[in-house]
């Protein structure tokens, strides 16, 4: 029973730990005023009717949204077909790829800037401050993900039997891959993309160095907004923290 | 050098169905805008600076290391960086293990929201996050205001590297839970039974049995817990405007600052902070496998 008692104060602690930041900001955008008392004066959704007028928070959301999304269909156009490729012809790459794409993964975002800026710069590809050098980056932000699940869900269908099978009923390579195969990664190819997505919405590093004011995404216009009124910025936050919780839930309703 | 080796691999395996490059060219042609967007933006980049790193006016030469080596500005922003990421990494470390091992004891409802809130606030980082903590114990923060009033306290300092372990912790905690968490799985109940039907404290049985049983997991989540925080810009830069001396800040302040940009002594900086990385993995690796020799 006393053990009961301390796992529960526990579990508790943690929630409040983990909401209590979230919480604050919450309320912080719903009320119009609040200085020097324990709760707001006066709840309003002003600073959320003031926000989403802002032409500016608007442009910077749907650059946000065009760059992310033309990301994830890019990567999903290059990305599938090179998983099946590696697992259907050269199972034997997959150990090599398994590796390649954790470097994106293990190396810091301000390392890679460094280089994309001094070789986008100039020269043949002049990409800088452009959303083409985002495109870029974030392929390899998703990359790890969506290889690993494309990679598991491979893994948990036998490829080459189903491949088979097909081949016999007359069905070419390609044919086969599209009509039996890609159902069979759907679900896994979904789920890693709606978290890939709040992944990248959540970029501010190469957003701010490489395309900058040039292509201003929403976590630049979140940044550049730091002066305005604490309770605009909070309901910005918040717009923000909601849209990618709705991404999480698409997450857990595809990967179920 | 790959091509002859790896179909013969497959067609070992499969007889049937040989599989070689020249059969399956078009194949392969499928895997080149992989490794030419791997290139462009991956290797390429890490190649620039592993080379411009060691490029100095006056050409190849170590001056960029000796440089930053011997300059106390360089040196205080390893020594930040380093502290804020070894504090934020253990206490997070802590407060992930303590939630994790109690998530498993309580019941499935209650565990369940726990994930959820786990999973939803995982998102919360970067700039969001340092904005949230600045309307929560900012100057004129909630929190700060009234433990002001109560007389508690004359003010937090978020802006110091207390603050910065605040938010780091705060960000680093999510990321434990969901790392430690199905490690627990692995702990037998029976065992902590066995341990104290034969006189075993509670304290006895984790450093006996349940500690070393987790130890991979734990320094696995640490090593991932630190890199995630020595590689952090966006949270510390959104909080101080890039004023508070960081390795991240520092790389980002000389390619794309007001004043002097020197991409060289960037690159040198990434390549130390890599480094580092590899220091700490290392150290890491070696302390497991002392401690699972002494385990045995």
């Not at chain 1, 390609?174 to 992944?199: C, D, E, T, Y």
């Not at chain 2, 060691?54 to 001056?63: R, T």
């Not at chain 2, 799985?185 to 049983?213: F, I, R, T």
Request: charged fraction near 10%; charge should be positive.
């Amino acid at each position: 029973m006393r053990a009961d008692i301390y796992h529960r104060g526990v579990v508790t602690m943690l929630i409040v730990l983990l909401t209590v930041p979230v919480l604050a900001t919450l309320l912080y955008s719903f009320s119009e005023h609040w200085s020097a008392t324990i709760l707001p004066d006066d709840l309003s959704l002003v600073w959320y009717l003031q926000l989403w007028q802002d032409s500016a928070f608007l442009a910077a959301f749907g650059r946000s949204l065009a760059v992310c999304l033309g990301t994830l269909l890019l990567s999903t156009l290059i990305i599938v077909p090179a998983v099946f490729v590696v697992f259907y012809h050269f199972p034997a790459l997959d150990k090599l790829m398994n590796a390649l794409i954790l470097i994106p993964f293990a190396v810091p975002p301000v390392v890679t800037s460094v280089g994309l800026l001094n070789i986008y710069a100039d020269g043949p590809l002049n990409i800088t401050g452009t959303p083409w050098i985002l495109v870029g980056c974030y392929f390899t932000i998703a990359l790890p993900f969506m290889y690993r699940s494309l990679a598991n869900s491979l893994s948990s269908i036998n490829v080459r039997e189903l491949m088979d099978a097909a081949h016999l009923l007359g069905a070419s390579t390609s044919i086969a891959f599209l009509l039996v195969i890609l159902p069979n990664l759907r679900k896994g190819l979904m789920a890693s993309l709606f978290l890939a997505f709040s992944f990248l919405l959540g970029d501010f590093v190469f957003a701010n160095l490489l395309a900058g004011s040039n292509y201003e995404t929403l976590q630049v216009y979140l940044y550049n907004m730091r002066q305005t009124s604490g309770h605009f910025t909070s309901a910005i936050v918040m717009s923000y923290f909601l849209f990618t919780l709705f991404l999480t839930w698409l997450t857990a309703r595809f990967s179920k | 050098m790959k091509t002859t080796s790896i179909p013969l691999g497959s067609q070992a395996a499969v007889p049937l169905l040989p599989h070689g490059w020249r059969r399956h060219w078009p194949a392969a042609l499928l895997l080149l805008p992989f490794f030419i967007m791997l290139t462009l933006f991956c290797l390429a980049p890490m190649g620039w600076v592993l080379l411009n790193s060691v490029q100095s006016e006056q050409g190849l030469s170590l001056a960029n290391y000796s440089d930053i080596l011997s300059s106390p500005f360089y040196r205080q922003a390893f020594d930040n960086s380093l502290r804020i990421s070894v504090w934020s990494s253990i206490i997070g470390l802590v407060i992930s293990l303590l939630g994790a091992a109690s998530l498993r004891r309580i019941s499935g409802r209650l565990r369940r929201l726990v994930v959820s809130i786990t999973n939803m606030t995982s998102n919360l980082t970067g700039v969001p996050l340092a904005f949230a903590f600045i309307i929560l114990v900012g100057t004129n923060g909630a929190l700060t205001l009234l433990l002001r009033k109560w007389g508690l306290i004359e003010g937090l300092r978020l802006y110091s590297s207390n603050g910065l372990i605040l938010i780091y912790t705060y960000f680093q905690i999510p990321l434990g839970v969901l790392l430690l968490y199905p490690a627990f799985d692995s702990l037998d109940d029976d065992w902590q039974a066995a341990a104290s039907l034969l006189g075993a404290k509670l304290w006895q049985y984790w450093y006996y049995v349940g500690l070393p049983v987790l130890a991979p997991t734990i320094f696995g989540t640490f090593i991932l817990l630190f890199a995630n925080a020595i590689g952090a810009y966006a949270s510390a830069y959104a909080l101080t405007q890039g004023n508070f001396n960081l390795i991240t800040v520092r790389i980002a302040s000389l390619i794309s600052g007001d004043i002097l940009l020197e991409p060289n002594m960037a690159a040198a900086l990434s390549v130390l902070l890599m480094l580092m990385l590899l220091l700490v993995t290392i150290v890491n690796q070696w302390l497991l496998k002392k401690g699972v020799r002494h385990a045995r």
